[in-house]
Protein backbone atom coordinates (compact mmCIF):
# COMPACT_ATOMS: atom_id res chain seq x y z
CA UNK A 1 0.00 0.00 0.00
CA UNK A 2 1.59 3.54 -0.81
CA UNK A 3 -0.03 6.92 -0.27
CA UNK A 4 1.12 8.53 -3.29
CA UNK A 5 3.47 10.96 -1.50
CA UNK A 6 6.66 10.59 -4.27
CA UNK A 7 10.03 10.34 -1.97
CA UNK A 8 11.98 10.30 -5.20
CA UNK A 9 12.46 11.00 -8.99
CA UNK A 10 14.49 8.13 -9.84
CA UNK A 11 16.11 8.21 -13.21
CA UNK A 12 16.09 4.72 -15.79
CA UNK A 13 19.40 3.04 -15.77
CA UNK A 14 18.63 0.26 -18.04
CA UNK A 15 15.57 -1.17 -19.63
CA UNK A 16 15.79 -4.95 -21.39
CA UNK A 17 13.64 -7.77 -22.84
CA UNK A 18 14.01 -11.09 -21.23
CA UNK A 19 11.57 -13.71 -22.01
CA UNK A 20 8.01 -12.16 -22.02
CA UNK A 21 8.62 -10.02 -19.72
CA UNK A 22 10.58 -6.67 -19.00
CA UNK A 23 13.63 -5.87 -16.77
CA UNK A 24 13.83 -1.91 -15.70
CA UNK A 25 16.29 -1.14 -13.80
CA UNK A 26 16.09 1.90 -11.73
CA UNK A 27 18.95 4.28 -9.76
CA UNK A 28 17.08 5.23 -6.47
CA UNK A 29 19.84 6.83 -5.43
CA UNK A 30 20.01 6.67 -1.19
CA UNK A 31 16.53 5.37 -1.04
CA UNK A 32 17.68 1.73 -3.11
CA UNK A 33 19.57 1.00 0.16
CA UNK A 34 16.16 0.94 2.15
CA UNK A 35 15.46 -1.73 -0.60
CA UNK A 36 15.37 -5.14 -0.56
CA UNK A 37 14.17 -8.18 -3.13
CA UNK A 38 10.68 -8.99 -2.83
CA UNK A 39 10.01 -5.21 -1.71
CA UNK A 40 6.85 -3.47 -3.43
CA UNK A 41 7.61 0.27 -5.01
CA UNK A 42 5.16 2.51 -6.72
CA UNK A 43 6.84 3.59 -9.88
CA UNK A 44 4.84 6.14 -12.07
CA UNK A 45 1.80 5.12 -10.32
CA UNK A 46 2.50 0.97 -10.75
CA UNK A 47 3.53 -1.28 -8.15
CA UNK A 48 6.31 -3.23 -8.96
CA UNK A 49 8.32 -6.23 -6.48
CA UNK A 50 12.54 -5.75 -6.40
CA UNK A 51 13.79 -8.42 -8.18
CA UNK A 52 17.09 -7.71 -7.17
CA UNK A 53 18.61 -5.21 -5.14
CA UNK A 54 22.11 -4.03 -5.37
CA UNK A 55 22.58 -0.75 -3.41
CA UNK A 56 21.71 2.46 -5.52
CA UNK A 57 20.17 -0.13 -8.14
CA UNK A 58 17.37 -1.86 -8.58
CA UNK A 59 15.96 -4.45 -10.74
CA UNK A 60 12.32 -4.34 -11.34
CA UNK A 61 10.57 -7.47 -13.65
CA UNK A 62 7.35 -5.75 -15.52
CA UNK A 63 4.98 -8.00 -17.42
CA UNK A 64 4.16 -7.84 -20.43
CA UNK A 65 0.55 -6.76 -20.00
CA UNK A 66 1.69 -4.02 -17.34
CA UNK A 67 3.88 -2.96 -19.94
CA UNK A 68 0.75 -2.74 -22.41
CA UNK A 69 -1.79 -1.32 -19.61
CA UNK A 70 0.63 1.49 -18.41
CA UNK A 71 3.10 3.97 -19.60
CA UNK A 72 6.09 1.87 -18.36
CA UNK A 73 6.38 0.47 -21.98
CA UNK A 74 7.50 3.07 -23.45
CA UNK A 75 10.41 4.12 -20.58
CA UNK A 76 13.79 4.12 -21.95
CA UNK A 77 17.42 4.44 -20.39
CA UNK A 78 17.91 8.29 -18.71
CA UNK A 79 13.82 8.95 -18.51
CA UNK A 80 12.54 9.82 -15.34
CA UNK A 81 9.76 8.13 -13.07
CA UNK A 82 8.54 9.34 -9.51
CA UNK A 83 9.32 6.73 -6.63
CA UNK A 84 7.77 5.69 -3.63
CA UNK A 85 8.29 2.97 -1.22
CA UNK A 86 5.50 0.90 0.37
CA UNK A 87 4.49 2.55 3.66
CA UNK A 88 4.91 1.30 7.08
CA UNK A 89 2.89 0.67 9.48
CA UNK A 90 4.28 3.28 11.73
CA UNK A 91 4.22 5.89 8.90
CA UNK A 92 2.45 9.55 8.91
CA UNK A 93 -0.27 8.87 6.14
CA UNK A 94 -0.04 11.98 4.17
CA UNK A 95 -1.92 11.51 0.53
CA UNK A 96 -4.28 8.36 0.18
CA UNK A 97 -4.91 5.26 -0.32
CA UNK A 98 -2.98 3.83 -3.07
CA UNK A 99 -2.72 -0.03 -4.78
CA UNK A 100 -0.53 0.69 -7.78
CA UNK A 101 -3.12 -1.22 -10.08
CA UNK A 102 -3.43 1.62 -12.94
CA UNK A 103 -7.02 1.77 -14.11
CA UNK A 104 -6.00 3.23 -17.46
CA UNK A 105 -4.20 5.52 -19.49
CA UNK A 106 -4.85 9.69 -19.41
CA UNK A 107 -3.34 12.14 -21.50
CA UNK A 108 -2.33 15.79 -20.88
CA UNK A 109 -4.50 18.07 -22.41
CA UNK A 110 -3.26 21.36 -20.72
CA UNK A 111 -0.80 22.96 -18.91
CA UNK A 112 -1.62 26.39 -17.43
CA UNK A 113 1.27 27.78 -15.01
CA UNK A 114 -0.73 29.91 -12.74
CA UNK A 115 -0.22 32.18 -9.61
CA UNK A 116 0.79 29.80 -7.11
CA UNK A 117 -0.46 26.67 -9.14
CA UNK A 118 -0.06 25.01 -11.76
CA UNK A 119 -3.36 23.65 -13.69
CA UNK A 120 -3.50 20.18 -15.46
CA UNK A 121 -6.23 18.81 -17.56
CA UNK A 122 -6.19 15.50 -18.23
CA UNK A 123 -8.22 13.33 -20.67
CA UNK A 124 -9.29 10.19 -19.50
CA UNK A 125 -11.78 7.58 -20.68
CA UNK A 126 -15.46 7.98 -19.84
CA UNK A 127 -15.32 5.14 -17.51
CA UNK A 128 -12.61 6.26 -15.27
CA UNK A 129 -14.34 9.60 -15.26
CA UNK A 130 -17.25 8.16 -13.71
CA UNK A 131 -15.39 7.03 -10.69
CA UNK A 132 -14.41 10.40 -10.20
CA UNK A 133 -15.95 13.10 -7.71
CA UNK A 134 -14.89 16.46 -7.23
CA UNK A 135 -12.62 17.24 -4.40
CA UNK A 136 -12.06 13.50 -4.26
CA UNK A 137 -8.71 11.90 -4.77
CA UNK A 138 -7.06 10.95 -7.93
CA UNK A 139 -3.61 9.03 -8.61
CA UNK A 140 -1.29 10.40 -11.38
CA UNK A 141 1.79 9.01 -12.32
CA UNK A 142 1.46 7.89 -8.55
CA UNK A 143 1.10 11.66 -7.10
CA UNK A 144 -1.92 11.72 -4.53
CA UNK A 145 -3.94 14.69 -6.00
CA UNK A 146 -7.37 16.25 -5.50
CA UNK A 147 -9.95 16.70 -8.32
CA UNK A 148 -10.53 20.30 -8.84
CA UNK A 149 -12.13 20.26 -12.17
CA UNK A 150 -14.50 17.37 -13.39
CA UNK A 151 -16.14 16.56 -17.06
CA UNK A 152 -17.44 13.50 -18.38
CA UNK A 153 -14.58 12.62 -20.47
CA UNK A 154 -11.72 14.42 -18.59
CA UNK A 155 -11.33 16.18 -15.24
CA UNK A 156 -8.62 18.95 -13.74
CA UNK A 157 -6.06 19.24 -10.71
CA UNK A 158 -4.00 21.72 -9.19
CA UNK A 159 -0.08 21.38 -8.15
CA UNK A 160 1.42 23.61 -5.80
CA UNK A 161 5.04 24.87 -6.43
CA UNK A 162 6.75 22.38 -4.06
CA UNK A 163 4.63 19.20 -5.71
CA UNK A 164 5.69 20.14 -9.45
CA UNK A 165 9.28 20.56 -8.83
CA UNK A 166 9.72 17.22 -6.45
CA UNK A 167 7.46 15.26 -9.03
CA UNK A 168 8.60 13.80 -12.70
CA UNK A 169 5.08 16.48 -13.96
CA UNK A 170 7.18 19.12 -14.29
CA UNK A 171 8.62 17.55 -17.33
CA UNK A 172 5.43 16.77 -18.93
CA UNK A 173 3.47 18.81 -21.18
CA UNK A 174 0.18 18.42 -23.39
CA UNK A 175 -0.09 15.06 -25.04
CA UNK A 176 1.74 13.30 -22.65
CA UNK A 177 0.07 9.92 -21.20
CA UNK A 178 0.15 9.40 -17.40
CA UNK A 179 -1.22 6.70 -15.54
CA UNK A 180 -4.46 7.04 -13.45
CA UNK A 181 -5.61 5.24 -10.36
CA UNK A 182 -8.82 6.23 -9.20
CA UNK A 183 -9.35 6.51 -5.38
CA UNK A 184 -10.08 3.06 -4.31
CA UNK A 185 -13.22 3.87 -2.08
CA UNK A 186 -15.35 5.34 -4.72
CA UNK A 187 -14.42 2.03 -6.94
CA UNK A 188 -15.83 -0.16 -3.82
CA UNK A 189 -18.93 2.25 -3.83
CA UNK A 190 -19.60 2.04 -7.28
CA UNK A 191 -19.56 -1.82 -7.07
CA UNK A 192 -21.70 -2.18 -3.90
CA UNK A 193 -24.46 -0.23 -5.90
CA UNK A 194 -24.33 -1.34 -9.37
CA UNK A 195 -26.82 -3.98 -11.00
CA UNK A 196 -23.99 -6.62 -10.81
CA UNK A 197 -22.38 -5.98 -7.80
CA UNK A 198 -25.79 -5.16 -5.37
CA UNK A 199 -27.79 -7.51 -3.95
CA UNK A 200 -31.17 -6.90 -3.41
CA UNK A 201 -31.92 -4.01 -1.94
CA UNK A 202 -33.59 -4.29 2.13
CA UNK A 203 -35.88 -1.18 3.55
CA UNK A 204 -34.28 1.86 3.97
CA UNK A 205 -30.43 0.46 2.16
CA UNK A 206 -28.77 3.52 0.20
CA UNK A 207 -29.15 2.61 -3.13
CA UNK A 208 -27.89 4.01 -6.73
CA UNK A 209 -31.68 5.12 -7.18
CA UNK A 210 -31.44 6.97 -3.74
CA UNK A 211 -28.30 8.88 -4.60
CA UNK A 212 -29.86 9.99 -7.92
CA UNK A 213 -33.02 11.23 -6.18
CA UNK A 214 -30.86 13.37 -3.45
CA UNK A 215 -28.61 14.93 -6.13
CA UNK A 216 -25.95 13.14 -6.13
Request: net charge neutral; proline share 4%; with cysteine.
Amino acid sequence: MFTGIVQKIASVAASRQRGGFRILELDLGELGNEVGVGDSVLVDGVCLTAAQAKGERVEFEVSAETLRLTTLGSLKPADRVNVELAMRPTDRFGGHFVSGHVDGLGTIVEKMALPGETRLKIKTPPELAQLMVMKGSVAVDGISLTIAGLEKQAFEVSLIPHTLKATTIQYKGPGASVNIECDMIGKWVRKFLSPEGATKPREGQLTLEKLQEEGF
